[in-house]
């Protein structure tokens, strides 16, 4: 037979087995609580990533047509260079004249009319004047303010022979 004192005892396993499944729901509901928020927080970081990534494709797409760009504009001053060059040596095979025939050509390429060059009198060949004074020359020269604010500066592109195009 059944006792007064085994009913209390099965009644307090009981209990204590509801107290214990009751925690077991609450640690389950705040766990479900914290799962969502996680799971909410990765959604956010995972579109983030998704959009960093298709900035990273559109930087690395635009980084390509800056390096061909610059490896263009390269390529043109080098052409640009080569040309110079073949025009300074050629100036310097032609007669005295050349200077003055190569601003004629060009003149009349560009429709202008060529700068008078002067020539001294009894003598055939063109020559320009140079003042040897800072009294004779009524043309201001920015590069020698240039030059007065960069006098510190060793590697300037005058000094170096070298073009500075960025």
């Known amino acids: 037979m059944i006792n007064l004192e085994q009913v209390k005892l099965l009644e307090a396993k009981v209990e204590k087995t ?9 640690e389950n509901v705040a766990l479900h609580r914290q799962e969502a928020e996680l799971q909410g927080k990765l959604d956010s ?4 990533i998704d959009e960093l990534e298709s900035l990273l494709t559109g930087f690395k797409a635009d980084q390509g047509q800056i390096e061909e760009g610059i490896l263009s504009a390269l390529d043109r001053l080098n052409q640009f260079e080569k040309a110079f060059e073949k ?3 050629k100036s310097k095979k032609e007669k005295p004249h050349g200077i003055h025939a190569a ?3 060009i003149a009349a390429k560009e429709s202008v009319k060529p700068a008078a060059v002067p ?13 040897e004074s800072a009294d004779e020359d009524d043309i201001h020269d920015p ?3 240039a030059s007065d604010n960069n006098q510190s500066d060793d590697n300037s592109p005058a000094e170096s022979g070298e073009l500075d195009i960025f």
Do not use: M, W
């Not at 509801?18 to 609450?26: H, P, R, T």
């Not at 970081?45 to 983030?48: A, C, D, E, G």
């Open 87 to 89: 025009t300074l040596e």
């Open 103 to 105: 601003a004629t050509k």
């Open 143 to 145: 590069l020698d303010d």
């Open 45 to 48: 970081y995972q579109q983030r």
């Open 119 to 131: 020539v001294h009198p009894g003598n055939e060949k063109a020559s320009f004047e140079i003042p």
């Open 18 to 26: 509801l107290d214990y499944v009751e925690q077991l729901i609450k």
